[in-house]
């Protein structure tokens, strides 16, 4: 569970980062439309774990490994930004999120198999149709005359 010191300083490290990437981004990843999802801060708040969203993209690792390549770069940018809110920079770490694809590949599952419910209720509902024979009316028997 992440301290409230923790959370804190990724709240700001995410903020930073975002405008940072705004700003200059575009030159390491081209056209491709990043977001970031998630910073986690170690307890130590000596790493800072990236988590990016990359939509747009070829391929979605070269883009991760950009980031990988060009790590100090950005926390250059990133210290100049929080030099007065923090005493040391933490190394960053970049990593693919893909929580949405998940999320998208879940909802397909479960689409596909409410169709095939549909389907199989259709099917049974006309087997049931040709199952169960019309009922003759039954002949009415005679009353019971009552014996005065």
Known sequence: MDTRRQ???ASLIKEAFTEILSREGKGLFGKAFI????????S?????????????AENADDVVKKFTEHKYELKKHL???????LRRIPELEFFRDDTLDYVQRIE?????????????SKSAAKEEKVKTPVKAKAKKAPAKKKAN
């Open 108 to 120: 397909e599952v479960f689409k596909k198999i409410k169709e095939d419910d549909l389907q199989i």
């Open 35 to 42: 977001t970031i999802t998630n910073v986690v801060v170690t």
């Open 44 to 56: 130590d708040l000596t790493l800072a774990r990236f988590y990016l969203s990359i939509y747009n």
């Open 7 to 9: 959370l804190k300083i």
């Open 79 to 85: 210290a100049s930004t929080l030099r007065h809110h």
